[in-house]
């Protein structure tokens, strides 16, 4: 019996140099993969050209060669598929499934970030507007590899949600299924950050008519003060002479067997090892993990 092919793909957004956090999530990302003989992908996640950092995407990729995380072909940027993006948008509006809001941000104060519908019925036009995915009044559900069922109800806890901003920039939930569509990916491994992101993206890909990934979110890696190590937090780069330890490190956070010998490795042969003994049964089940746990 032939074994489903697996596609997995690591997507950073080029906001910032890659830190420990995304080391430990690309890492995961990697690993799950390779331990099947299944291909890596990379995804440059550049829809936000105000936030990102110069030089980041050039970095990201030497950060990525150096730990030995090699990908498969050649890697993917958003930003050149605004098209497929701008049809997809005008299709859903043009079915009554999305509409313009010309909201401010000052009228969403005291919503507690949950949309309440106000342009969903006004009829605006698209330019100089935002535009929104109308949400229905139902729970989606998911069960994730690791933090078992999750469940959220759109229209309670999300509301209708943007899927192009008023600037004309691509919002991340629409953007992110379907660039996975497109390039076939059947298992997306991901910070649990992201975890109640989720059930929007299954709503798209039902609407859509797009197959559903597997998902696996693993713990976020967090600072003292309890924030997510991120690109926000002005966190270090990562250093091209630390690979080998860093990756034993992240393989710690990651529950993963390190033996004592492996600190003497090269990276490629870190990874070898590690692919060759990736379990996930033994990933922490929790949302995160105190960097200063990993020490």
């Known amino acids: 019996m032939n ?8 997507a950073p957004t080029p906001s910032g140099f890659l830190h420990f956090g995304s080391l430990v999530a690309a890492l995961a990302s990697w ?24 030089g980041a995407q050039a970095a990201i990729l030497h950060t990525l060669e150096n730990y030995g995380l090699h990908w498969d072909g050649a890697v993917v940027y958003q930003s050149q598929r605004h098209d497929a993006y701008a049809a997809v948008v005008q299709r859903l509006f043009q079915q009554g499934l999305a509409y313009a809001c010309t909201c401010s941000r000052k009228q969403l104060e005291g919503y507690n970030g949950i949309y309440p519908g106000l342009c969903r019925n006004l009829g605006h036009a698209q330019e100089d507007a935002a535009i929104r995915l109308r949400v229905p009044e139902l729970s989606y ?63 798209l890909q039902e609407l859509l008519g797009l197959s559903q990934p597997r998902y696996l979110h693993v713990p976020l890696i967090t600072q003292p003060d ?51 003994h990736w379990n996930t049964d033994a990933l922490p089940r929790r949302l995160s993990v105190p960097e200063a746990d990993l020490h």
């Open 3 to 10: 074994t489903p092919r697996y596609i997995g793909r690591f």
């Open 31 to 54: 690993l799950d993969a390779r331990a099947v003989g299944g291909q890596w992908l990379l995804r440059m996640e550049d829809i936000d050209p105000p936030r990102e950092a110069p």
């Open 141 to 203: 559900h998911f069960t994730d590899r690791l933090q078992g069922r999750f469940e959220q109800h759109l229209g309670r806890e999300v509301g209708d949600f943007v899927i192009r901003r008023r600037d004309g920039l691509y919002a991340y939930q629409l953007a992110v299924v379907l660039d996975d569509a497109w390039q076939g990916v059947t298992d997306i491994v991901r910070g649990a950050d992201l975890l109640d992101n989720t059930p929007r993206q299954l709503y």
């Open 226 to 276: 309890g924030h997510k190590l991120g690109k926000s937090y002005r966190s270090a780069p990562l250093p091209a002479d630390q690979a080998t330890p860093l990756l034993l490190r992240a393989l710690r956070a990651l529950g993963q067997p390190v033996e004592a010998g492996m600190a003497l490795g090269t990276p490629s042969e870190v990874l070898a090892h590690a692919a060759q």
